[in-house]
């Protein structure tokens, strides 16, 4: 982990911030992807301060990076049950975005906002914690193996 990159809870006063690297994201995804489900798709950035607002008030884990003082990205996870509704275990940690600023990747930020969700999702008695990624989006493809996540599940579409 790079001794530069911090993690801490985001606060209303990054909601500006956040609701601007919601929208890079999904710029991002629908660039990197060549996903159908992005073919015409249009996210409002007022959908993404909407979003933000609903995780600050929400009691999402919502986690701000920063890499020697400078603003580098965001973590947004929650507590969700298993796909398996039948499973034993009650909930599981669910990492659903992550973003870097492309200028500060690959110097440990993602990383560091990992094992912040990690402790978060610990201090709740959660022992599992999962992402979903797209395989041509080659930055998640590299980073998540790297971290300790495995492919468990595979979804096949096809289009008609």
Known sequence: MNPGATVRPAAPADQAR???WFQA?????????ADPWFEGAVKPPEA??????QA???GSLLLVAELDGTPAGFL???LERPYVAESPIPKIGHVS????????RGRGVAQAMIAAA???????????VQLSYQPANREAAGTWPALGFEV????ARKRL
């Open 18 to 20: 956040l609701a601007a």
């Open 25 to 33: 994201a999904f710029e991002h995804l629908k660039t990197s992807s």
């Open 48 to 53: 993404s301060s909407a979003h933000v607002a």
């Open 56 to 58: 600050l008030a929400d």
């Open 76 to 78: 947004h996870g929650r």
């Open 97 to 104: 975005l992550v973003w870097v600023e492309p200028a500060l």
């Open 118 to 128: 990690e402790a978060w999702f610990r201090e709740r008695g959660i022992g599992w």
């Open 152 to 155: 468990f599940r595979v979804h």
